[in-house]
C-alpha cells in the first residue's frame, strides 16, 4: 500500500532526514514516535507533496509521487499540526468550502459533510462561527476537513497537541473507527500512551532516522531490556540479602530495598515473593515497572523523549 525508501532531505547544512524507509500495508494504523525536531514533520510533509526530497521514493496505492503526482494526492488525507480553517466560517460552511476544493458533488458532498460532522461530534454545533469553538473542536473540524474526499490513507500528524482531554478521547475513537473501516493511517505523535493504544506498528525516530520500528511486542523484544520488581523491606539486613542475591543475582540493593531485573516478571514474581519469605524478609510495598514505549526508547538513544 505505502512504499517509502531511503528518503533524504536537507534544510541548509542541516540533514532533517538520513535515509528513512518503511513500508505499509492497506488498513494499518503505522505509529511515528519521537521527541519534536526528530523529522516525523518533514516525512509526512514530503509524502504529502508538501517538501520535495533531496532523495528518495515515495509510493501510494501504487502511484508514484514524482511520476504520477495527481493519482498520488487522490489518495491521501492530511491532518496538519496547524489548524486551516476560516474563524468567520461556520464548521458546515468550511467544509462546504474545503470538500468543493476535491472537486466532490454538491449532492454528494453534503451527505458526507453530515456524516462527518456526526462522526466527529459536532452534530449541534455545526453552524456556529468556528471562531467559537475550543481548541479540540477546531482539531475536530480540521479532521473532517481531511475526510470529505475518502481518501485511502490518511496523515495524522500530531491531532491531539494542545487539545482537552475530551476531544483527545473523541480523536482516539475516531481513529480506531476508520481503521476499522479499512483506512490506513500515518499517526506522528511524541505522546507514547497514544501510539500504544492506537498503533499496529511502530517506528522510533530520531535525529531524522529510524531507530527501530515493529509492534510493541517486538519492539520490547528488540533489545536486552528488562522489566523491574522493586520491593520495600522492613528488616533489609547484610545476611538477608546475600541470601536472596546468591539465588537471584540479577538485582541491585538500594538502602531497605532491592530491585529484581526479570524478561518475565509475571512468571518471575511468585518466585521472588517466595524467595523473599524463605529468608524472613517482611515486605512493604512492591511497584513493577513493566516494559513500556519510553524505556524503549531510553534503552535504544539514552536520552529521555523529550517534547520540546
Known amino acids: 500500500m505505502i512504499h517509502v525508501s531511503n528518503l533524504r532531505k536537507k534544510f541548509d547544512n542541516i540533514e532533517a532526514l538520513k535515509g528513512i524507509s518503511f513500508n505499509i500495508k492497506q488498513g494499518e494504523c503505522y505509529g511515528m514516535l519521537g521527541p519534536n525536531g526528530a523529522g516525523k514533520t518533514t516525512i ?3 509524502m504529502s507533496n508538501i517538501l520535495k526530497p533531496n532523495e528518495g521514493e515515495v509510493s501510494i496505492n501504487g502511484y508514484d509521487l514524482k511520476k504520477n503526482p495527481l493519482e498520488y494526492k487522490k489518495n491521501i488525507g492530511v491532518v496538519t499540526q496547524e489548524i486551516a480553517l476560516y474563524n468567520e466560517l461556520s464548521a458546515y460552511d468550511n467544509l462546504l468550502f474545503w470538500g468543493s476544493l476535491y472537486k466532490v458533488p ?7 459533510i453530515d456524516e462527518t460532522i456526526n462522526l466527529l461530534g459536532l452534530i449541534d454545533r455545526k ?3 468556528v471562531k467559537t469553538y475550543s ?3 477546531k482539531r475536530r473540524v480540521n479532521i473532517a476537513s481531511a475526510l470529505l474526499h475518502r481518501p485511502k490513507v490518511l496523515f495524522m500528524d500530531e491531532p491531539t497537541v494542545g487539545i482537552d482531554p475530551q476531544s483527545r478521547n473523541l480523536i482516539f475513537e475516531v481513529v480506531e473507527k476508520l481503521q476499522e473501516d479499512g483506512m490506513t493511517i ?3 505523535t511524541h505522546y507514547m500512551e497514544e501510539a500504544e493504544r492506537l498503533c499496529d506498528r511502530i517506528g522510533i525516530i530520531d535525529d531524522g532516522k529510524i531507530i527501530v520500528q515493529g509492534t510493541l511486542d517486538e519492539l520490547k523484544t528488540s533489545g536486552s531490556m528488562k522489566e523491574t520488581v522493586s520491593i520495600s523491606f522492613a528488616n533489609l539486613t547484610d545476611e538477608r540479602y546475600i541470601r536472596i542475591a546468591k539465588d537471584w543475582k540479577d538485582n541491585k540493593r538500594c538502602d531497605s530495598k532491592i530491585h529484581f531485573y526479570s524478561m518475565n516478571i509475571q512468571s518471575d514474581l511468585s518466585k521472588i515473593i517466595l524467595k523473599c519469605n524463605e529468608v524472613g524478609l517482611d515486605i ?3 511497584d513493577i515497572k513493566k516494559i513500556n514505549l519510553e524505556t524503549i526508547f531510553l534503552n535504544l538513544t539514552g536520552n529521555k523523549l523529550r517534547d520540546k
Open 135 to 137: 481548541g479540540g473542536m
Open 127 to 129: 453552524n456556529d462561527k
Open 284 to 286: 512493604l510495598h512492591i
Open 106 to 112: 454538491r449532492p454528494e458532498l453534503i451527505k458526507r
Open 44 to 46: 509526512i510533509s514530503i
Open 186 to 188: 500515518i499517526y506522528t
